[in-house]
């Protein structure tokens, strides 16, 4: 819960985070390795000085050092949690639904679990899909285009296989599709960054939501395009976020951007934890101000109450939370008592 | 002429910095494709070993994921370049710390294409791939001066009158004479420039400008810089925290302070 000066509550919803374990002792390989590096940059990059960790505790750390960051410390009231399987990374994976749900069970008025499908599993993988509405109740899946298998090294959208899966999760109510973009894809002269595919398919499948990660970054201005065209095409502030640390100019024209072109109800916070720390994501965010000229030149605003929204309300209304509900239900459990 | 590498080295103890000064003006026009500035300029290019006329050239990228296909096309320009230098028979290119790096390493220094590096993985070349962030870079560099334009005051019609003789000479300041520069340069690239009298602001097919669709086009523009800018400045960022801020061709690596190459390819910019 963060309170405002003027003592006004709000609810958060991490739209993005992670436990995963990175270690040495679980990396496949040198992709592994590299993997976690990459996001240690990141972490590094972004981070004020005074959060950013030690490589040996970014590469694993404790589900009590997540619940403390995220939800003692960091404001958050809930969180989605995002599996990314990496199971050509990492021997027991980077971090799987199964893992997540060991966490979810201690809190479950906490977490959201999303699962996750790869459409190169084929019927295999309909079928895990399935256990995974039916054992965990997931509203939302988290896909990874450019996850290596053997020796394919990414899929796309529109894949055959992947429309499939895309009329099973509307078959199963897992209506929530959160889509994150990597460095590769098939085929690999293609732009692996592209979001044209996520317009083909939101449009095939009104019933479900596109969570874009990112909000497409780097390929903001054909993502803006395609949230404008579709009423299910959301943003996820990921990545853009850090920014209000380190670039408050840069991140103004991409709120700017995002609040005329995708919308104020359509945009969600995430810290990708444990990249980054959602407390000085959410104290930067909340103490920001949109420049007047770049208010003046969009029309746009980015009041309290559209902090709000992109805070929590917005993903309250996806993954159909009674904001005051929860409320009640978190009141006296064992996070509670920790605040 | 071109002399025996060999004879020219003892002859002349200068001539290796000079070769070295000749290799980074060449690396200089090696832009990275998604970010369209020079790889020297965003601290890329990781050392340039000379041995006679065969030339190494290390280079390393923000991070490990980079795209594979950017950096591919990076690896052989870079080879084409440093290729069109008059005693230069041999180019090895090092891509360092990236996850294809022993594919495109030895793909590129053997001249392959793309396809032919990774038959498995790609069903065409990066033509498509490099005209479609050709087109962008265009917009970015467009925006740029427009921008510039429209705050001192311009009007639109003032703006869409302007002729492609009319653009050396078009901004006071320094800045607008830069953003004027870049933007000739990338019009002259996609064969705009022939006629002076023909209208400066074009689309990125030389098709004209509508006046009525000018804002519009304008805002799509803006879009692309901003994504171009935003990529720009995290990669930058990224690139130092992985590795520091030393700058691998200053004095560690050999050369001279006064003679150091990329001061010297500036001063030439300059």
């Not at chain 1, 479950?108 to 019927?123: A, M, Q």
């Not at chain 2, 041999?90 to 022993?102: A, G, I, Y």
Request: aromatic letters at 12%; a negative charge; hydrophobic letters at 40%.
């Amino acid at each position: 819960m963060f309170k405002t000066d003027g003592g006004e509550e709000l609810f958060i919803i991490d739209g993005h985070m992670h436990l995963w374990d990175a270690s040495p002792e679980n990396q496949l390989n040198k992709y592994g390795a590299g993997f976690i590096g990459c996001f240690y940059d990141y972490h590094r990059n972004l981070s004020p000085a005074e959060y950013v960790w030690d490589t040996a505790l970014f590469q694993k750390y404790s589900p009590e050092r997540m619940v403390k960051d995220v939800f003692v410390e960091g404001y958050v009231d809930m969180g989605i949690f995002q599996p990314t399987y990496l199971k050509d990374f990492y021997k027991n994976g980077f971090n799987t639904t199964e893992q997540n749900s060991l966490l979810r069970q201690r809190h479950p008025e906490r977490f959201i679990l999303n699962g996750s499908w790869d459409p190169r599993d084929g019927e295999a993988g309909l079928d895990y899909l399935q256990s995974l509405a039916e054992n965990y109740g997931i509203q939302g899946v988290k896909l990874y285009t450019a996850e290596w298998k053997g020796n394919s090294k990414g899929w796309k959208l529109t894949d055959p296989w992947a429309l499939r899966y895309l009329e099973k999760c509307e078959e199963l109510g897992v209506k929530n599709i959160h889509v994150h973009k990597g460095p590769t894809i098939w085929p690999l002269n293609k732009d692996a960054f592209e979001v044209h595919d996520i317009d083909e398919i939101a449009t095939s499948f009104l019933g479900l939501n596109f969570i874009v990660e990112h909000c497409g970054l780097p390929r903001l201005e054909d993502f803006c395009w395609i949230a404008t065209q579709e009423r299910n095409v959301y943003g996820g502030l990921a990545v853009v976020m850090p920014f209000v640390h380190s670039r408050p100019r840069y991140f103004g024209e991409v709120m700017a951007n995002l609040l005329w072109w995708v919308g104020a109800d359509k945009l969600l916070f995430a810290s990708d934890y444990a990249i980054w720390h959602p407390r000085w994501i959410v104290d930067k965010f909340m103490a920001f101000e949109l420049p007047e000229d770049l208010q003046k030149e969009f029309g746009v605003s980015l009041t309290l109450d559209v902090k709000k929204k992109i805070l929590g309300e917005n993903a309250a209304r996806l993954y159909g939370i009674d904001i005051d509900v929860q409320k009640k239900e978190q009141a006296h459990d064992a996070i509670a008592r920790m605040l | 002429m071109r002399l025996p590498a060999c004879c020219e080295a003892e002859a002349n103890p200068g001539g290796r910095d000079m070769r070295r000064e000749e290799v980074y003006a060449q690396l200089a026009k090696v832009s990275d494709p998604e970010l369209d500035e020079p790889l020297t300029e965003l601290g890329f290019i990781a050392g340039v070993e000379l041995d006679g006329s065969a030339v190494t050239v290390r280079f390393r990228l923000p991070t490990f994921w980079c795209a594979a296909n950017f950096a591919f096309m990076m690896a052989a320009d870079i080879r084409e370049r440093v290729s069109e230098l008059p005693w230069v028979e041999r180019v090895d290119v090092r891509l360092q710390d990236h996850f294809f790096e022993e594919e495109i390493n030895s793909g590129v220094s053997c001249g392959k294409t793309f396809v032919e590096t990774f038959p498995q993985l790609a069903t065409e070349n990066l033509g498509e791939l490099r005209e479609t962030f050709r087109v962008k870079a265009f917009l970015a560099r467009q925006e740029r001066l427009l921008r510039c334009l429209l705050a001192l005051g311009w009007s639109e019609d003032a703006i869409l009158a302007v002729r492609i003789g009319d653009l050396p000479g078009l901004a006071p300041s320094r800045e607008g004479t830069e953003l004027a520069e870049r933007y000739l340069a990338i019009l002259r690239e996609r064969g705009l420039v022939g006629d002076a009298d023909a209208p400066a602001f074009v689309r990125p097919d030389g098709r004209p400008m509508e006046p009525a669709a000018f804002r519009t086009e304008l805002a799509h523009a803006q879009r692309t810089r901003l994504s171009v800018e935003f990529n720009a400045a995290f990669c930058r960022g990224l690139l130092k925290t992985r590795y520091g801020e030393t700058d691998p061709n200053l004095p560690e690596s050999g050369v001279p302070d006064e003679a150091h190459p990329r001061r010297a390819v500036r001063r030439g910019v300059e």
